[in-house]
């Protein structure tokens, strides 16, 4: 039944559209045989086509372009003042520019953010533990130094490595409190320019040019908090001063 | 013959009349995109007439069929430079105004109660004394998408190109919408003891 009627109504919308094949003018002819109702309902459809044809209203004449013109001329009037500051005051471009300052400003936020830390020498803080997982490391960059510091416990064992990358040699100091921490070993892993270590009571000076990485060992005291300060200097300038704590 | 007949001929002229027709008027958009703007006048006495009769007979308000049709030509003419010029100038100037009949009309359904309503109901009962006042006065009565289409197609006597290019949907929908709201208008006639 409902097939029947999709194919009826297929088949009447084709034939008032005048889009109808001779196959379905068949088609619909013998669904409308076969049906009174659907011979009523289809004369009907075909009447009510024909009154709308019929119907239409007596167009009406009006005269408009004078005012049009007159509105068009203004407008152009307005356009061509507009033409010279266009590009000032089209919305999509002072859009495009305010993103592009929005943009421009955070941006230098950002690489703020991020560089200050490691640019300003003597000012930054580097961030970190003894108790940071293996390979965890604190970095310090500045013009062509590169500082890695990379701290970690194994047991009662606290490792600080130090991978250094500069120019011009840097002279590193890591000192602390020997009630705390008890030096187990302090030495150059890899060393491309002369090696020079100095070992004070709570103190360690070595000394870094080209690639470098020196490691400290420590073992832990006691389980109150305690802290290592490092300290590095380029030409008897100083370049930074930090304090690690051990959180345990 | 009127300058509506001579538009509504265009429609069924085939081969090169027609595309002399389509030519003509993207020659004179040209014109008018070359800072030759008075040659917009021509493309304005062409078509206010068949543009005006479609906002009458969406709206049946004479003012606001007036004053849609002033506004038709001015934003057409302030889009002339987004004009393609793979379309009929006529077809999309119809579109621009079909689109603002429908928002005309949804504008007034938000503000019902007020002066429009007065147009149609009131007139109802005088209309249904003759036939094709019955049938315009059901044809009022559709839905804003199925009234397009009635209007576009038996008044306006769009092709069905034209009538998909206008609405802007695919020629197989103007079809079933057209069909649909044949039904329709047979559902409010036959409601309205019409038959």
Redesign the interface.
């Given at each position: 039944m409902w097939f029947k009627q999709t194919e009826t109504?297929k088949l009447?919308?084709a034939k008032?559209?005048g889009?109808i094949s001779a196959e379905q003018e068949e088609k619909l002819q013998k669904i409308l045989d076969n049906s009174k109702e659907e011979q009523i309902r289809f004369e009907?459809?075909l009447e009510?086509?024909k009154?709308?044809?019929?119907?239409?209203?007596p167009?009406?004449?009006?005269?408009?372009?004078a005012?049009?013109?007159h509105?068009?001329?203004n407008?152009?009037t307005i356009r061509s003042n507009r033409n010279k500051l266009d590009p000032f005051i089209n919305p999509m471009i002072l859009r495009l520019a305010a993103v592009l300052v929005i943009g421009i400003f955070l941006g230098a936020i950002i690489t703020w953010m991020i560089t200050s830390e490691k640019l300003a020498p003597g000012t930054e803080t580097l961030v970190g533990s003894l108790t940071a997982p293996a390979n965890q490391e604190i970095s310090y960059l500045y013009q062509n130094n590169i500082i890695k510091v990379v701290p970690y416990q194994i047991e009662n064992l606290y490792y600080v490595n130090f991978i250094l990358n500069t120019r011009s040699e840097i002279q590193m100091d890591v000192s602390f409190q020997e009630n705390d921490l008890k030096l187990v070993k302090a030495n150059y892993i890899a060393s491309s320019a002369n090696e020079s270590i100095n070992l004070l009571t709570g103190s360690i000076s070595f000394a870094a040019a080209g690639n470098t990485s020196f490691q400290i060992i420590f073992k832990k005291l006691h389980g109150s908090p305690t802290g290592l300060n490092i300290t590095a200097q380029q030409a008897n300038a100083l370049l930074f001063t930090k304090k690690i704590a051990l959180e345990k | 013959m009127?300058?509506?007949e001579n538009i509504a001929d265009e429609h069924i002229l085939t081969g090169n009349q027609e595309k002399t027709i389509f030519e003509a008027d993207h020659i004179t958009v040209r014109h008018v995109l070359n800072e030759s703007?008075?040659a917009?006048?021509i493309l304005?006495?062409k078509y206010?007439?068949?543009i005006?009769?479609l906002f009458?007979?969406m709206l049946h308000n004479q003012e606001d069929?007036?004053e849609l049709?002033?506004e038709t030509?001015?934003k057409a003419?302030?889009a002339l430079p987004d004009f393609r010029f793979e379309y009929r100038f006529f077809s999309w100037l119809y579109r621009i105004a079909i689109n603002l009949a429908l928002n005309n009309l949804r504008k007034r359904k938000r503000f019902v109660g007020a002066e429009y309503l007065i147009n149609i109901p009131e007139e109802k009962d005088e209309k249904k004394t003759e036939?094709?006042e019955h049938?315009?006065w059901a044809v009022d009565q559709l839905k804003d998408i199925h009234k397009a289409v009635?209007v576009l197609?038996?008044?306006q006597?769009l092709s069905?190109q034209e009538m998909a290019f206008t609405l802007n949907i695919p020629e197989k929908k103007v079809?079933?919408r057209?069909?649909d709201a044949?039904i329709k208008?047979?559902a409010i006639?036959y409601n309205s003891n019409y038959?």
């Open positions: 109504k009447l919308k008032l559209s889009n009907q459809m009510l086509d009154q709308l044809k019929e119907s239409k209203p167009d009406e004449t009006i005269n408009v372009s005012n049009v013109m509105k068009i001329r407008s152009r | 009127t300058e509506t703007v008075n917009y006048e304005i006495n206010q007439v068949p005006y009769n009458l007979r069929a007036e049709t002033q030509f001015v003419y302030e036939n094709s049938l315009k009635i197609k038996y008044y006597q069905y079809r079933s057209l069909y044949r208008l047979k006639l038959y």
